[in-house]
């Protein structure tokens, strides 16, 4: 069993930047393809970013390309999400999720074990 721990979330202007992360435990970490999601009140839950195990392939939803970089530390055994420009429609519960293939999906379907989320409010 996979349980995925994530931090770094808070308030912050628009603009600013935050960076989250998550902290697999219970199985090594390489062979995971590691995604966030984000959720806000009354939304679906929609796809951030995907980072695969095999040579660190990405995958951004458009809203956030530009602005948000995912990137993994297996010595570490933690993926990042760097955000920047934050915008106020960015404020969100952001979910970590892992899945044991090498493909960075973008549907959350896809995903097998999710953390208990952080919560993002981006002020304007």
């Known amino acids: 069993q996979v349980q995925l721990v994530e931090s770094g979330g808070g308030l912050v202007q628009a603009g600013g930047s935050l960076r989250l992360s998550c902290a697999p435990s219970?199985?090594?970490?390489?062979?995971?393809?590691m995604g966030w999601f984000r959720q806000a009140p009354g939304k679906e839950r929609d796809f951030v970013a995907a980072?695969?195990?095999?040579?660190?392939?990405?995958n951004y939803a458009d809203s956030v390309k530009g602005r948000f970089t995912i990137s993994r530390d297996n010595a570490e055994n933690t993926v990042y999400l760097q955000m920047n420009r934050l915008k106020p429609e960015d404020t969100a519960v952001y979910y970590c999720?892992?899945?044991?293939?090498?493909?960075?999906?973008?549907?959350?379907?896809?995903?097998?074990?999710w953390g208990q989320g952080t919560q993002v409010t981006v002020s304007s």
């Open positions: 999720a892992a899945r044991e293939t090498v493909i960075a999906g973008m549907q959350a379907w896809e995903y097998d074990y």
């Open positions: 980072i695969s195990w095999f040579a660190g392939r990405t």
């Open positions: 219970g199985r090594t970490f390489s062979r995971y393809t």
